[in-house]
């Protein structure tokens, strides 16, 4: 028979661990609702698991007995933020509402209320789990007592306590004692972190074996313990949780009521909670008939217009269960999946292949889905030795091709722009394609880090996939995908067929709810899948000779520049090891350290050595050795060896799902980052040449992101600069320094080019000092004569930054969102960053958008000119084009008029263009 269950819900962490890991969500009304959200919804998980007994224990207010045992515990503990303060009432009131029973003893904490009733529950042989985020209460852990949190979906008893800290739970308190605790203004030990706490006790056992030793440690490490013995028995007391506090309730006292539904809708719909809303009044007025939460908590999230990653515990069972999939070996079985794909109105599929780069790699097989659970994976090239027999890859990929072709027939995928580049290549051009689950994912929170799939079904399905690993290995011993046997083989391509549906029927109901976020997905990023795949097939001509040739002068000029370093330096070194140059720098020349590696070494990097370039020749030269070195390897070396044997041109790739701005990136080759205001930037750029007949052109927007914050900001003298067409930074100039724009000279442009584009990424007096070689306060006095002159602009800024504060997020012109997580962070210096990235991310976001807009348009446009002309690459706010010499004119107007009409600013979109033999002339 199971023992009974009490739950104890440490109710002070939740609060607060939902206050800070959420954003700072509110209602319509202004009301913060963020750590009110977290907390309900981990209330609402527990209430599934219908525990004997439970109860939610809150801090009281007053001081406990620990501030008398010490004057200064916690005292360096900020006061609670006033935003946080206010969701206390409503939070305990829904607890109230919700039939738990609430916990609050004056004198002591919540943790020494929950230790005692959880030793007294473990004597009476109830099992007990505590539901917090706080690493104290591992020292309560027995057979009885099990810690979990539910925000991360983790559990810890004995075994795992000591896994996760390297101590038994009874060593806890010692552990906890030794480290100190900054946020309790703990003591312990200073420098000493959790290693060392962990190998103290492995050697001497217990706090007192330590103290004892102490004698024995050596370093500064232990002077420190042996300074700090005389507080360690304080320390010891402060972070032990109390477990026999007077309690007028046991255990068996605490069950839960039935919920007071009427006043549960009451607060939710005050809150906007509106999945927990939903769900109360379908259910049938009972706490067994609640859900855990919501299947999809966007609902609330949505209202509340944030992003919240789902904890594993919150999401709906359904979705991780294992599909049932089909082998198709026969053609019977394969005309059966015919007919489910010619009738369904949705088709999730993918490719398997043998390897990474569609204009290469040949397919293996193709897999679908039409519903959740059901998905089909059919083989056509494994070639392993005994492989059963195939249906024909060409008689297979002829009868799909007509469904794959159907604009009409809606087609899903993730990243289904490799799918579409491999199947170009035999004679498919996809259409239709309607949705990707990794856009979808990437619309809805372009800050989360990862957009693959795995990570994806993890995150929204609570679903562990096959990976690509399990099945082909890893390494050195990885085999081709051809090459794993076909049971393994179908269960990994189909479920990749079926989770991609899943994903879909998770996340685009919440894109759905959100109008600006809908449009951008269907608008933008998803018109642009067909767009940058056209792109990609293309290519670009390279000239490899002109190339291998600036490879090798590349090569001769380092030569000269490590000969120039001996001789500053002294001696013989590596240029290309930090660690000599350290020495070279730091410890022989005596340069000052202006920056620290994250272990406190000097450090080499870009930013250090600029630091030290007006100190010393050595650092500029070595600055200068790190860039051509960086153009010859990823370049003029690298380039001449991607040009494909088929094509004879060089295919990038271009990531959409990358950049939280919106920003496209691209990699083999990376085109984003050739210099191209060095010399040697523009001779690689030499080396991108027309083919015989055809001519290069490029289209770049000028000043776009300047003119999107005089849209932006409303600034009239911004405004009217751009619409009088002046030269913007003499404009800027002839206000900061007072003089006629004729009279501006090229300090001073330089200076308020600066503060235009640097204001734009929140740069500092600092910064701007640092950039022009001013002291700081010159480069105060600059930004605020600007401020003075664009009152605009200095308003926009503080009302975004504001609005970030509340929202967690700010918007593009065309309703993308940035989700800025440490923008209400305490730590001042991310708290800072989040707030210049606020500032800068409406701008380079709406360009980002403003060159996707057009990229779609121009393509369009092309569609009937493509034996004229097409577009081949996309480079920051640059479109580049091969032309039929005898069309550049027209198509030059055409791609001018579009680009300029990609979006309807305040201001004017100037397009500038150029044509060439080469990417160089043409710029």
């Not at 940058?532 to 002109?546: F, H, N, P, T």
């Not at 055809?694 to 003298?717: F, K, N, P």
């Not at 084009?881 to 600013?905: T, Y």
Request: aromatic share 6%.
């Amino acid at each position: 028979m199971s023992r009974p269950v009490l739950y104890l819900i440490d109710g002070s962490s939740y609060l607060y661990r939902a206050f800070h890991a959420l954003p700072p969500l509110t209602n319509r009304h202004g009301e913060p609702t963020g750590a009110l959200f977290g907390v309900v919804n981990m209330l609402r998980a527990t209430l599934k698991a219908r525990p004997a007994y439970a109860a939610f224990v809150q801090d009281a207010s007053g001081p406990t007995f620990r501030d008398e045992l010490y004057a200064d515990y916690k005292a360096t503990r900020a006061p609670m933020p006033d935003d946080l303060r206010a969701q206390i009432e409503p939070m305990l009131a829904i607890v109230e509402a919700l039939g738990f029973p609430i916990l609050r003893v004056s004198g002591v904490e919540a943790d020494d209320v929950i230790g005692t009733l959880a030793r007294q529950a473990a004597a009476a042989d109830i099992e007990v789990i505590i539901s917090t985020g706080d690493k104290d209460f591992a020292q309560l852990v027995n057979s009885h007592i099990t810690l979990v949190n539910t925000m991360t979906n983790t559990r810890l008893d004995e075994a795992g306590v000591f896994e996760k800290f390297g101590v038994r739970p009874d060593q806890i308190v010692d552990y906890l004692a030794l480290m100190g605790d900054s946020v309790d203004n703990i003591p312990g030990v200073p420098k000493c972190g959790p290693k060392t706490a962990v190998k103290w006790l492995s050697e001497f056992g217990t706090l007192n074996g330590v103290i004892e030793n102490a004698a024995k440690v050596g370093g500064k490490i232990g002077e420190s313990l042996r300074e700090a013995l005389p507080k360690l028995p304080l320390s010891y007391q402060l972070a032990t949780i109390k477990t026999d506090v007077p309690l007028a309730q046991k255990a068996t006292d605490l069950v839960l009521r039935d919920a007071d539904n009427t006043q549960l809708r009451e607060l939710y719909a005050r809150y906007e909670f509106n999945a927990a809303l939903k769900d109360l009044n379908t259910a049938e007025n009972s706490v067994d008939a609640m859900p855990s939460a919501p299947a999809n908590i966007g609902g609330d999230v949505a209202t509340a217009n944030v992003s919240v990653p789902e904890p594993a515990s919150l999401l709906d069972p359904e979705l991780s269960r294992k599909g049932s999939y089909d082998l198709v070996l026969t053609q019977a079985q394969f005309d059966t999946w015919l007919q489910k794909l010619d009738a369904a109105e949705l088709i999730s599929f993918d490719t398997e292949t043998t390897g990474v780069d569609p204009m290469l790699a040949e397919i293996v097989g193709v897999s679908f889905a039409v519903e959740t659970g059901s998905a089909a994976y059919v083989p056509l090239t494994h070639d392993y030795p005994g492989a059963p027999l195939q249906l024909d890859r060409d008689a297979v990929l002829a009868a799909l091709k007509p469904l794959l072709e159907n604009p009409d027939k809606a087609k899903l995928g993730q990243h289904l722009k490799y799918d579409m580049n491999l199947l170009s290549r035999y004679g498919i051009t996809v259409r239709g394609v309607r949705y990707d689950s990794m856009l979808e994912s990437y619309v809805w929170n372009s800050t989360a880090s990862r957009h693959d799939m795995d990570s994806l079904a993890k995150k929204y399905l609570g679903y562990n996939t096959i990976h690509f690993e399990d099945v082909a290995g890893k390494g050195a011993k990885q085999i081709l995908f051809s090459q794993v046997d076909l049971d393994r083989a179908g269960e990994y391509a189909a479920e990749d067929a079926d989770i991609t549906l899943r994903l879909h029927q998770t996340l685009w109901p919440k894109i759905q709810a959100e109008t600006g976020l809908a449009s951008v997905l269907t608008e933008i990023e998803m018109p642009l899948v067909p767009v940058l795949a056209r792109i990609e097939q293309s290519g670009v001509l390279i000239d490899a000779d002109k190339l291998r040739k600036q490879s090798s002068e590349l090569a001769s000029r380092m030569l000269e520049q490590q000969q120039q370093a001996y001789t500053l330096a002294g001696r013989h070194f590596s240029l290309d090891s930090p660690k000599q140059l350290q020495a070279i720098l730091y410890d022989e020349l005596k340069l000052p350290t202006t920056l620290k590696t994250p272990t406190g070494q000097p450090s080499t990097n870009e930013e250090a050595l600029e630091g030290l370039a007006h100190l010393h020749e050595l650092p500029r030269l070595i600055l200068d050795y790190r860039s051509l070195a960086k153009l010859r390897s990823t370049y003029t070396i690298k380039l001449p060896e991607q040009i494909n044997p088929h094509t004879g041109r060089v295919h990038t790739s271009y990531h959409q799902a990358v950049a939280a701005t919106g920003r496209l990136s691209s990699s083999d080759p990376n085109l984003q980052n050739i210099p191209i205001r060095t010399e040697e930037g523009r001779r690689i750029r030499q080396a991108f040449i027309a083919p015989p007949g055809w001519r290069i052109v490029a289209a770049d927007y000028s000043q776009i992101e300047l003119r999107i914050m005089a849209h932006l900001s409303q600034d009239t003298g911004l405004l009217a600069a751009f619409h009088g067409n002046q030269d913007v930074h003499r404009a800027t100039a002839a206000e900061v320094f007072g003089v006629p724009p004729e009279l501006v000279d090229g300090d001073q442009r330089r200076a308020a080019k600066a503060i235009n584009f640097g204001l734009m990424y929140g740069m500092s007096a600092f910064g701007l000092a640092r950039q022009l070689g001013i002291d700081r306060g010159e480069a105060a006095r600059y930004i605020k004569r600007y401020f003075e002159r664009y009152p605009g602009v200095q308003e926009f800024m503080e009302s975004v930054r504001a609005q970030a504060h509340r929202d967690g997020f700010v918007e593009t012109v065309f309703g993308r969102r940035l989700y800025l997580n440490e923008i209400n962070s305490r730590n001042q210096g991310l708290r800072a960053g989040a707030e210049r990235a606020a500032i800068n991310a409406p701008m380079q976001g709406t360009a980002a958008d403003i060159i996707k807009r057009a990229m779609i348009e121009v393509d369009s446009w092309l569609g009937d000119r493509s034996a004229h002309a097409r577009m081949i690459m996309q480079v920051h706010d640059e479109l580049v084009f091969e032309v039929r010499a005898e069309h550049v004119d027209d198509i030059v107007a055409g791609v001018r008029s579009r680009m300029a009409a990609a979006a309807e600013l305040h201001v004017p979109l100037v397009v500038d263009i150029g044509s060439g033999d080469n990417w160089d002339e043409a710029h």
